[in-house]
Structure formats: C-alpha cells, structure tokens
C-alpha cells in the first residue's frame, strides 16, 4: 500500500525556518510531479510549490524567494525549505504525489502542521 508522510511541523517564531519532509512508501515504480500544498483554517487548500520529475519546480507568488521545493528519487522523498516564515505561513501542509504502483494515481499525506508566532 502506498503512503505519503509528512515530518517537519513545528512551532517558529516569525522570521524563522523549518524543512518538511515527505517520504512516500509501498511498492511505487515510478515518481511523477510531486508537491506541497497548505490549508489555512477557514481558507481552501493552496497550491505552495511543486516540482515535475525533472527537476523543473513552481511556487506560488507568496512563497517565491523563501521557500525551496526538491526531491530525492534514489529515496522516494520530497522536501520543502521554508525560510523567512510568516504568521500567514500558518497553516497544515500537506505532500502530494503522482505515483506508479500498480496503476498511476494521485496520493495525499495526512498534513504536518506549520505554527508561526511569536
């Protein structure tokens, strides 16, 4: 069975930095475009950055110049660098995927909180 979890959340202070990890398990052939998307309470869940099997990686223009999206096939990991964090980088991130297993499908992880306060 395939899973995605997330590891990284935390508690920052404004201004400062956390690295989510996504690890995806089960018998996965190959990877596709994997990403990182966020839920703020109240709001819809937002596209924060993305990046295709080559390497080529999208930010939304809020994130653009803090946070950093990569990948590392050999393991199966996706990882989101979040720097100069904000109060409104508050929010549940959650890891999604295009993944082969016995089929291609799209998988979600179960969300990582992000805290940013003071």
């Known amino acids: 069975q395939v899973q995605l979890v997330e590891s990284g959340g935390g508690l920052v202070q404004p201004g400062g930095s956390l690295r989510l990890s996504c690890a995806a398990s089960?018998?996965?052939?190959?990877?596709?475009?994997m990403g990182w998307y966020r839920q703020a309470p109240g709001k819809e869940r937002e596209l924060v950055a993305a990046?295709?099997?080559?390497?080529?990686?999208n930010y939304a223009d809020s994130v653009k110049g803090r946070f950093t999206i990569s990948r590392d096939n050999a393991k199966n990991m996706v990882y989101l660098q979040m720097n100069s964090l904000k109060p409104e980088d508050t929010a549940v991130y959650y890891c999604?995927?295009?993944?082969?297993?016995?089929?291609?499908?799209?998988?979600w992880g179960q969300g990582t909180q992000v805290t940013v306060s003071s």
């Open positions: 999604n995927a295009n993944l082969y297993s016995t089929s291609w499908s799209n998988y």
């Open positions: 089960g018998s996965i052939l190959s990877m596709a475009g």
């Open positions: 990046i295709t099997s080559g390497g080529r990686t």
